[in-house]
């Protein structure tokens, strides 16, 4: 019985760490475990590069900021989330941009990629031109999408 476990522990051992996914990619993706793991490209360190990627949360955080090896998200992805985002919160995002602050009016900021020293600056021109952005309260998110580049394209 010992010795089939001693036989099965060396089996695992020399597949994990003998690089047979020598296929020349890694299928853990972008992140610090990634990173941690790079060049190796055994059974086993692919194991423990996408268990600390997933563990520590830390592809998104890369592929948001563009580090730990990720790419930024396309432009097209962006828009995505800038739509789903102004569709899903126009009543907070109204508010926020009303006041002319707020955590509905700093994710916009960052789904725009407004760098931080220039969101205050954004902030007010959104909250001076707030009825141009919302006209009316049957406004529809394409509609404030519309103004608010309207809006951001005027000097």
Known sequence: ???????AIA??????FGGLAEAGRSNTGCGLGTIAWEGKDGLL???CAATTNGTFG???????????????????????????FVGDNMDNLAMDISKGNGEYLSTLA????????????LYSKLKANF???YPTENVTHIDVLNNLETVLSAS
Do not use: W, Y
Request: aromatic share 4%.
């Open 110 to 121: 960052v789904l725009l990629d407004v760098p931080v020293e220039e969101r205050p600056a």
């Open 11 to 16: 089996v695992c051992g020399t597949l994990a």
């Open 1 to 7: 019985m010992r010795s089939g476990f001693a036989l």
């Open 45 to 47: 360190s692919q194991v």
């Open 58 to 84: 830390n592809q998104t955080f890369g592929i948001t900021s563009g580090t730990l090896e990720c790419e930024r998200a396309s432009a097209l992805v962006a828009s995505k989330q800038l739509n789903d």
């Open 131 to 133: 009825t141009a952005i």
